[in-house]
C-alpha cells in the first residue's frame, strides 16, 4: 500500500492540527495502521496506532488525552487528531502499515509514507 501524510504546519503552542495519511494500492480496510514521529537528532517513536476496523486503539503516554487517532475506510484514510499542541511535539510525522511484532515498534511497520512536519511555536 502507498502512503501519503498531509497536514502539517505551524502552530502555536496550545493549538491543533489534523494529519492525514492517504492510502492507494491494496486494500486499506484490511491493514492495521499506526503513527509515528521523529524529532531532530531523536529515533522515531511511537505515537498511536489503530486496528483495521477502528478498534484497539493505542497511545503514547505522551500523547494521551492531547491526540486522537481514527480512519474511515471508505475514504482509505487515516486521521491525527493533535490538541493542545506543546513544543515537544515537533516533529516530522510519519503514517506506517503495521505488519507483524509490537505495534509501538517502528520495525514491525512496512509501507511507510513520506512524512509531514510539525512545528509547534512556544
Known amino acids: 500500500v502507498q502512503l501519503q501524510a498531509s497536514g502539517g504546519g505551524l502552530v502555536q503552542a496550545g493549538g491543533s492540527l489534523r494529519l492525514s495519511c492517504a492510502a492507494s494500492?491494496?486494500?486499506?480496510?484490511?491493514?492495521?495502521m499506526g503513527w509515528f514521529r521523529q524529532a531532530p537528532g531523536k529515533e522515531r517513536e511511537f505515537v498511536a496506532h489503530i486496528g483495521w476496523s477502528g478498534s484497539r486503539i493505542y497511545y503514547a503516554d505522551s500523547v494521551k488525552g492531547r491526540f486522537t487517532i481514527s480512519r474511515d475506510n471508505a475514504k482509505n484514510t487515516m486521521y491525527l487528531q493533535m490538541n493542545s499542541l506543546k513544543p515537544e511535539d515537533t516533529a516530522v510525522y510519519y503514517c506506517?502499515?503495521?505488519?507483524?511484532?509490537?505495534?509501538?515498534?517502528?520495525?514491525?511497520?512496512?509501507?511507510w509514507g513520506q512524512g509531514t512536519q510539525v512545528t509547534v511555536s512556544s
Open positions: 494500492g491494496r486494500s486499506f480496510s484490511n491493514y492495521n
Open positions: 506506517a502499515r503495521h505488519s507483524q511484532g509490537p505495534l509501538y515498534s517502528d520495525y514491525a511497520y512496512d509501507d
